[in-house]
């Protein structure tokens, strides 16, 4: 799916996401997870896959405020994550052509499939 130019709504909203905090998105993470009986343990076993940060440096990242950009820009997205494929929020994460934006999608996806239920081991490709 390739989709046209971006408008500047769409760009304005953007930049809006990835001048979040990561300390705003991961409480909505550990909420959801929760909800469906699952632990926060499980979804840092989940984000640390994904960013190759251990415990402490996720308590880091959400202490210090950064952003979400910050936050990728400093992180290692495992090589496996190009493996990560659906949908989330009607589009599918495999084509999502912005970098910034489709790593933020991968994080989106690992914490719905923990959410649905998904065995870890499926979940860390």
Known sequence: ????????????NMQRLFATPF????????????RKNRSESEL??????????DGRQLDLAISSGESLQEFF????VHPNSVLITGMVCGVKVQDVEDPLMRNIRYMDKLV????????IENILR
Request: proline share 4%.
């Open 44 to 53: 840092r076993t989940v984000l640390s896959w994904l960013t190759g940060l």
């Open 73 to 76: 820009e400093r992180v290692h």
């Open 1 to 12: 799916m390739t989709t046209g130019p971006l408008s500047s709504r769409q760009l304005a």
């Open 112 to 119: 719905d499939e923990l959410a649905q239920g998904k065995a």
């Open 23 to 34: 300390a705003d998105i991961y409480p909505l993470y550990v909420t959801k997870v929760q």
